[in-house]
């Protein structure tokens, strides 16, 4: 399950970052891991669609946004496990639409997250 919650954190980080939002103190690596942690049997290919708790989190890490530097943190983290736990782009990219989640550019493991505005 840890293999699997890398790569989901990537994708819920370019979702919670077109979100705009995040906690004071600033969000955490393992909180965003604890959120998006049930997205990883879909952005692997091992699950048909994003579980229910997949998209539950990313929406409830996106409420967390406060500002940029959020949005770039959560990117950041995901995206830095997201390519060694294998997530793949054609399932990455499906995340926002099957949870409904408008993030506002393009989800991918290429993502440039210091250009998220």
Same mark, same amino acid.
Request: proline share 5%; charged share 15%.
């Given at each position: 399950?840890?293999?699997?919650?890398?790569?989901?954190?990537?994708?819920?980080?370019?979702?919670? $970052?077109?979100?705009?939002?995040?906690?004071? *103190?600033?969000?955490? &690596?393992?909180?965003? @891991? !604890? =959120?998006?942690?049930?997205?990883?049997?879909?952005?692997?290919?091992?699950?048909?669609?994003?579980?229910?708790?997949?998209?539950?989190?990313?929406?409830?890490?996106?409420?967390? $946004?406060?500002?940029?530097?959020?949005?770039? *943190?959560?990117?950041? &983290?995901?995206?830095? @496990? !997201? =390519?060694?736990?294998?997530?793949?782009?054609?399932?990455?990219?499906?995340?926002?639409?099957?949870?409904?989640?408008?993030?506002?550019?393009?989800?991918?493991?290429?993502?440039?997250?210091?250009?998220?505005?």
């Amino acid at each position: 399950m840890k293999n699997l919650a890398l790569p989901v954190l990537f994708l819920l980080s370019f979702l919670f $970052v077109v979100a705009n939002v995040s906690e004071a *103190a600033g969000i955490t &690596c393992p909180t965003v @891991t !604890s =959120k998006a942690v049930t997205c990883a049997g879909f952005g692997t290919g091992h699950a048909p669609f994003p579980a229910p708790a997949c998209c539950a989190g990313l929406k409830q890490l996106a409420g967390m $946004v406060r500002t940029l530097d959020d949005k770039k *943190a959560i990117c950041r &983290c995901l995206k830095a @496990t !997201s =390519k060694s736990m294998g997530v793949k782009d054609q399932f990455l990219s499906r995340i926002p639409s099957a949870c409904k989640i408008n993030v506002g550019f393009t989800v991918s493991v290429n993502t440039n997250c210091e250009t998220i505005q």
